[in-house]
């Protein structure tokens, strides 16, 4: 039985979506919104859906005509036909917290004082639901982009579910592959180490040649602030930005990210773009922090414009609303509040199902730079 019954804060609690709309500037700005535009809310969400089911039926193998088809595992293609789990989180006002409220509110303070500290509780707790659900995309988003692969496991979802790994199906992504031509010269790596002998902008040149030749343009390339340290600090990248220090103006400096992206940019190379952010998730209280991107030693090469698609549908209550919950949506997120007796407490909900769907999956390219393999 649902035992929920109207938030503590009455009429304010039902103003929650003014709240929401005259604060939108408020929340934290997510990553995604850089790279994927938010889909339309749909009834029901599978990972079908989301990465495509024309490309996942097309990675079967193709074998010779009389060949015995391959058998396969189902336990892959389950996770990509499964409806797409929720993401929830929910903030609590406890019976201390609740007797604090109540001693101030019976303070003798104005009533324009007493009416900012309801809004503050209020907002408070909405924007942490809203900014962890974002921060949740944000992550699977930071994953998809640096290995073509959403991992939900105990580590980067200790209290939800564990599919495991799902592949979101990246037409060139590095295996046994050498995307740099390196051929088993392993001193042209991309690390400190190796500064002398590696050779980056060779290395974007021949990659970005290649795939313009099969009609494929970047426009730029996505990595971390460590990986642009490493090329900032490669001899190969120093020379060539010394021999144009007349491209850089203002008050760039040359061995910046400026003023790389200003000599990719007049070599019409794609441009570099970092991904620096973190994310915290926590289990049992404890918040352990973790960095989206998958590794330093990935690059991913992709085009201009939208990546991609942040698929989501409607949640159960956005289509049955439960009596007596007040609700607001921020961006697509659902915002719910109210109070339970038994035992007692103040909630705060954010959710809803989203999954990020990859529409230039076959036009990008991801690279471990630190790796010796060929594409």
Request: charged fraction near 20%.
């Amino acid at each position: 039985m649902d035992n929920r019954v109207r938030s503590i804060f009455g009429s304010y609690a039902e103003q929650l979506q003014v709240l929401v709309d005259t604060n939108l500037d408020a929340f934290k700005q997510p990553l995604f919104p850089r790279y994927f535009s938010m889909g339309t809310p749909q009834m029901g969400l599978t990972y079908a859906t989301a990465i495509g089911k024309s490309r996942i039926e097309a990675a079967a193998s193709v074998v010779a005509h009389g060949s015995e088809a391959p058998l396969r595992s189902r336990a892959g293609l389950e996770k990509l036909s499964g409806e797409v789990a929720a993401i929830k989180v929910k903030r609590k006002m406890d019976e201390q917290e609740y007797r604090n409220w109540l001693t101030i509110q019976a303070m003798n303070v104005s009533d324009e004082a007493k009416k900012q500290q309801i809004i503050n509780l209020i907002w408070e707790d909405v924007k942490f639901v809203t900014d962890s659900v974002n921060a949740r995309i944000d992550y699977m988003v930071g994953q998809a982009l640096s290995k073509g692969v959403i991992s939900l496991n105990t580590t980067t979802n200790p209290d939800g579910v564990v599919p495991g790994d799902i592949d979101l199906l990246v037409s060139y992504k590095q295996a046994t592959n050498d995307a740099f031509d390196h051929g088993n010269t392993a001193n042209r790596l991309w690390t400190d180490a190796l500064k002398a002998t590696a050779t980056p902008i060779t290395d974007i040149q021949n990659l970005t040649r290649k795939f313009w030749g099969n009609g494929i343009k970047f426009g730029k390339i996505l990595m971390s602030p460590e990986k642009l340290w490493i090329l900032l600090n490669n001899e190969q990248v120093q020379n060539h930005l010394k021999g144009s220090a007349g491209i850089v103006t203002g008050q760039d400096a040359l061995f910046s990210l400026n003023g790389l992206n200003a000599y990719l940019r007049a070599q019409e190379l794609p441009v570099i773009e970092l991904i620096d952010i973190r994310v915290a998730t926590e289990k049992d209280g404890k918040l352990t922090t973790v960095n989206p991107w998958a590794d330093k030693k990935y690059i991913t090469f992709v085009p201009d414009g939208d990546l991609g698609i942040i698929h989501n549908s409607l949640s159960i209550e956005q289509i049955s609303p439960v009596q007596g919950v007040d609700y607001a949506t921020a961006n697509n997120v659902l915002v719910s509040k109210w109070s339970q007796t038994e035992p007692f407490g103040e909630y705060t909900r954010g959710e809803i199902a989203a999954f990020p769907g990859l529409e230039v999956a076959s036009q990008m390219c991801i690279v471990n730079t630190e790796h010796l393999t060929t594409f």
